[in-house]
């Protein structure tokens, strides 16, 4: 029996388990690849994938089970013997080094040499141009990866994987900073790869591009493996009951509030080479979304109003009050709060525990006479840990070990904690899973009914349709157009986010 699953799958994990300190992160999972498929692996954030991904790349040692490779048992014991293996992974983080050329970063510590000294350049630039041309890449290889964009740079760890002559790519949330048009050419790669018999194991929270590109895809669910399905014989709903392991009946809550006064004016706020002559008032207890294309101008916006990168001109009202542009601090007085679009960057600081993260906005009013108020702090952070729904051993766990989603809610329990007038939710739902998604969008749901002012950033237009009370369209750093909630649909705003009107 064991020979025929042998020789049907080029890969087998058969019941593996990884215990850490008080958390058991997988237990008995199996997973298995055949040649030249695409299987995808999906489940909500803390379900098992990364762990069980790093196993299989060497980083994390199992504690129990078999993982068997053309039909022989392996123990990898370190990236290299993976690597070695023909399994290379590219994380959501790139591993490329920005100041060494594209050749440079696909071939680092296997530069060809002369004389076993002298790196031969002529070579090694050969060698690149010849891998970035099996993917299409059409770049000089002698390009700074500092000058690629993110689509580029992704195209640029492939060519790595396949220098390593890997039967096996994990490509983990791949998309997640993709234009439509780069996830089009991804795909293309991605099916180019599969014909020529490489296996990929794909991970994405976005279940209808899970179901586009995948030929099987495997759901975990609290570190227990719960079903492998046909791609072409399911449908995102049970995908994602199998996830969460209950229906959500209503994936886009939504409660009709009756808007406050104005909280927030903007008047003719204009940066330079970014964005131009943009008004728009926010009202209490309304959603306002913002809609456009990568580059619009959106984000740009929000990071002026705050205080983050200052605008050339116009005027920002709350309350009724003029407040500075180029201060933080008196935007965070008025009770303004900002969720960025890169958490792990701006929005928190991963090496300190869930608490002072949590606490961090509030420092100034925890002090007295030079020390914390440490039940002060406790006490906030176990407020927002229970009323956010964050997974964590307790409130002193080390923010990084956290999944996307525990860490995002981190995010937006920072800024609540100043009892926010206004809150700025930039893409709050990017590279989470659809369990995450529908507790944010029940929490911006519950804050509109609080009276906060909520201004949503999101590149995923059934979110903004379905979450915003109103809608601003922009493109090319201007207002085109207003939709109320009930007359905007998604060929309307992409009509006003990519067309000259």
Not at 326 to 333: G, Q, V
Not at 398 to 403: A, D, G, R
Request: hydrophobic share 40%; glycine share 6%.
């Amino acid at each position: 029996m064991k020979k025929k699953i042998a020789d049907k799958y080029i890969l087998e994990m058969e019941n593996v388990s990884k215990i850490f300190p008080g958390v058991k992160a997988l237990n008995k999972v199996h997973f298995n690849l055949k040649s030249g498929e695409v299987h995808a692996l999906v489940g909500e954030n803390g379900a098992g994938k990364s762990t069980l991904l790093k196993i299989l790349a060497g980083a994390y040692k199992k504690d129990e089970g078999t993982i068997t490779l053309d039909g022989n048992e392996v123990e990898m014991t370190d990236p290299k013997h993976a690597l070695d293996l023909g399994i290379s992974v590219i994380y959501q983080e790139f591993n490329l080094i920005p100041n060494l050329s594209i050749a440079e970063n696909i071939f680092i510590g296997r530069e060809p040499r002369r004389q076993k000294v002298f790196v031969d350049f002529s070579k090694l630039y050969r060698d690149a141009e010849f891998f970035l041309e099996k993917i299409g890449m059409k770049k000089d290889p002698k390009t700074l990866v500092s000058q690629l964009n993110v689509a580029e740079q992704q195209m640029v760890e492939i060519a790595k994987s396949l220098s390593f002559s890997s039967k096996i790519i994990v490509m983990d949330e791949p998309t997640s900073a993709l234009t439509k048009s780069e996830k089009e050419t991804l795909f293309k790669i991605i099916r180019e790869l599969k014909s020529k018999g490489v296996s990929i194991i794909f991970i994405s929270h976005i279940i209808d591009e899970v179901l586009e590109i995948s030929d099987r895809v495997t759901v975990l669910r609290d570190g227990e493996y719960v079903d492998t399905l046909k791609a072409s014989k399911t449908n995102p709903n049970e995908i994602v009951q199998m996830m969460v392991g209950r229906k959500l009946k209503d994936f886009y809550p939504k409660t009709d509030v009756k808007r406050g006064e104005v909280i927030l004016e903007v008047k003719n706020l204009t940066k330079k080479s970014k964005y131009e002559d943009i008004s728009f008032r926010l009202h209490e207890g309304e959603v306002l979304g913002f809609a456009g294309l990568v580059g619009s101008g959106r984000a740009q916006v929000m990071r002026g109003i705050f205080g983050i990168e200052p605008p050339d001109g116009g005027e920002v009202y709350i309350k009724g009050k003029k407040i500075k542009t180029n201060s933080l601090f008196e935007t965070i007085k008025m009770k303004m709060g900002f969720v960025p679009e890169d958490r792990r960057k701006e929005g928190l600081i991963l090496s300190r525990s869930v608490k002072d993260n949590i606490n961090i906005t509030k420092l100034s009013r925890i002090n007295s006479y030079g020390f914390v108020k440490q039940k002060e702090e406790e006490k906030i952070a176990n407020e927002y840990c229970k009323r956010l729904n964050i997974r964590t051993p307790n409130n002193k766990e080390i923010t990084q070990n956290l999944s996307g989603g525990n860490q995002q809610k981190i995010v937006i329990a920072k800024w609540l904690a100043i009892n926010p007038r206004i809150l700025i939710l930039d893409d709050p739902t990017r590279g989470i899973d659809v369990g995450a998604k529908n507790e944010i969008y029940l929490l911006i749901n519950n804050l509109a009914k609080e009276k906060i002012g909520i201004i949503l950033i999101s590149s995923e237009l059934p979110e903004i349709i379905n979450i915003s009370d109103r809608i601003l369209v922009m493109r090319e750093g201007k207002i085109t157009h207003e939709f109320s909630r009930k007359e905007a649909t998604q060929e309307k705003i992409m009509r006003h986010a990519a067309l000259k009107n």
